[in-house]
């Protein structure tokens, strides 16, 4: 079966703080053919297992590469490349996915009022900059 995981069955796959949902995202995903990974779900992810369940930066790009490394997981690999990349400097991982999504789209720079995501970008050598 090729399918679209939704991050609820990723969440409950990983934490698994649901027993009766773990084991069956678990049987889910271990049954796909193809897992399908959307962006935003991977965005999603970050943003539930940082602020929801406190995991540090390690274990989200830990998690992360887990799911890049799975033959079975289709994404947009260089997108979250750069979400991991700006999320080991320090910054978010969306930031990082939506400058290298504006990016492939044409746009040139990143503009944001997150001081900090502005500065890691400029630091890994991507145009950004903050609207006056």
Known sequence: MKITADTNVLVRSIVA???AQAEVAQRTL???ETIALPLPVLCE???VLRRGYRQPTDDLVRTLRG???SP???MDRPAV???IALLEAG???ADGVIAHGGRALGGETFVSFNKQAVLLLQASGV???IPD
């Open 127 to 129: 145009r950004a900059d």
């Open 72 to 74: 079975e997981c289709v």
């Open 91 to 93: 910054g978010d991982f």
């Open 45 to 47: 992810l970050v943003w």
């Open 67 to 69: 799911l890049i490394e």
């Open 30 to 32: 271990a049954a796909a």
């Open 81 to 83: 490349e750069a979400g």
């Open 17 to 19: 703080d649901d027993v």
